[in-house]
């Protein structure tokens, strides 16, 4: 916008004309919004000069003509327009602040929508929160690589000994073979973190709700045993490792339960743990696509779960959260997983998309261990153990990453009216999975 007109040379006539137009966008702006507050005589000057500049504009009138009613107008546009003409700072930046966030509303409704990916339902394809598990004892990165670390939206964690002594991880019963007496590791108290005892002192670590201390706890006191191509990776480790455990008397009963013993003792002021978090994958999931084109068996999906009764919370309120997974049925096609883990389409073993077929032939130097065909006895569970038929109108979901994924196989289908949209470029973190979507 112009603030100032008296004495501007145009040269070109049609940069006169550009000008007028622009002065008679601010006129109908200043009407519309100060029309009820201004003196009666003075909007009518206002349109009677905007009127003239009109019928100049529209023939093109040479700059000797124009010139004066842009002149005119504008002078009186001063004394009528408030904060609105001329122009200030702070209002233009107001105004460009309240547009942008218009159009970035636009965009997220309707076009393109950000989302995190919190969990690692979808490794080794997106990455959800994950761990870089340093020894307790190597070196804590310093303040400086700390700093750089949070602008990667990556967080240090070193949890300090309260007490000299050995540390423990309590576990939970999780029945009996008739052999062996299973456990696993206790998750976080509700409300609260994780909890260790060192000695006879228990301390807690806190950690994000969405993300799981096990596999922390396992690289950091048993590196050997994470190593173990498993298929149900971490949960069959520990089972093992536990087993074991309890065979060698390495598991001790106390008032607070059963304890795992490390062997790894300390001093207090000591580190227990140092690992870092690294962020989730930030997608954009493009709204448009599936307005023209139906899902396909292989996308990766974004969807709603409010209308998933399995996602609903022990009182019926439903979920209000968006899921990504991997569409693996359409309606009418006959799904199940078979003994050796591969994944069956009417029938036949899957040869698309490579995730798909990876997980089929357990490829476990990328990171797919092969598909589980039942999560437990859930409610709403749909499993692949004999042939499923998905039903009209909805889609079967699977996470690629099979054993430590929540999905169809445990409450339900996916309504064909709750999809939400496909993931289209990883914006962050730079990663290797940075770019395109896969």
Request: aromatic share 10%; proline share 7%; no cysteine.
């Amino acid at each position: 916008m112009l603030t100032h007109l008296p004495g501007f040379i145009l040269p070109k006539h049609h940069r006169y004309l550009k000008v007028a137009k622009q002065i008679l966008e601010v006129a109908h702006k200043v009407k519309l919004y100060r029309g009820d507050v201004l003196r009666a005589e003075d909007l009518a000057e206002q349109d009677r000069l905007a009127a003239q500049l009109v019928v100049l504009v529209k023939r093109s009138a040479p700059p000797a003509e124009t010139e004066p009613a842009i002149t005119s107008l504008h002078e009186v546009l001063v004394r009528n327009g408030g904060k609105i003409y001329p122009v200030s700072t702070t209002g233009d930046y107001v105004e460009m602040v309240v547009m942008a966030a218009i159009v970035a509303g636009a965009i997220r409704s309707f076009l393109l929508q950000p989302f995190k990916i919190p969990t690692n339902s979808m490794w080794p394809t997106y990455n959800g929160m994950t761990a870089e598990v340093r020894a307790p004892g190597s070196e804590i990165p310093s303040f400086g690589t700390r700093a750089l670390n949070k602008i990667q939206w990556t967080w240090t964690y070193v949890e300090l000994a309260p007490v000299d002594g050995e540390v423990k991880i309590p576990l939970d019963n999780a029945g009996f073979d008739g052999k062996d007496k299973h456990y696993r590791p206790r998750g976080r108290s509700p409300g609260e973190g994780y909890t260790l005892v060192v000695g006879n002192t228990p301390m807690v670590v806190d950690v994000p709700v969405d993300f799981g201390l096990e596999g922390v706890l396992l690289r950091t006191y048993y590196p050997d045993y994470a190593k173990l191509a498993l298929r149900r990776q971490d949960n069959d480790r520990w089972d093992k490792l536990l087993v074991q455990a309890g065979r060698d008397g390495r598991i001790e009963n106390g008032p607070k339960g059963p304890m795992l013993l490390t062997g790894y003792k300390v001093k207090a002021g000591q580190p227990v743990l140092n690992f870092d978090i690294l962020t989730g994958d930030m997608l954009f999931v493009d709204r448009v696509s599936y307005h023209f084109v139906n899902p396909s068996r292989g996308d990766t999906f974004v969807f709603k779960t409010n209308n998933i009764p399995g996602l609903a919370d022990r009182n019926g309120n439903p979920s209000q959260n968006y899921y990504v997974k991997r569409l693996v049925g359409v309606p009418g096609e006959r799904l199940r997983v078979d003994d050796d883990g591969r994944f069956l389409v009417n029938g036949k073993v899957v040869t698309s998309p490579e995730p798909m077929v990876l997980n089929s032939e357990r490829a476990t130097d990328r990171g797919y261990y092969g598909y589980l065909a039942d999560l437990g006895d859930y409610a709403y569970a749909i499993p692949l153990n004999k042939e499923y038929t998905v039903t009209d109108r909805h889609y079967y979901a699977l996470g690629d990453n099979s054993s430590n994924s929540f999905d169809s196989r445990g409450w339900g289908e996916v309504p064909e009216k709750d999809v939400v949209g496909k993931p289209l470029f990883i914006l962050h973190p730079f990663t290797s999975h940075w770019g395109a979507a896969k």
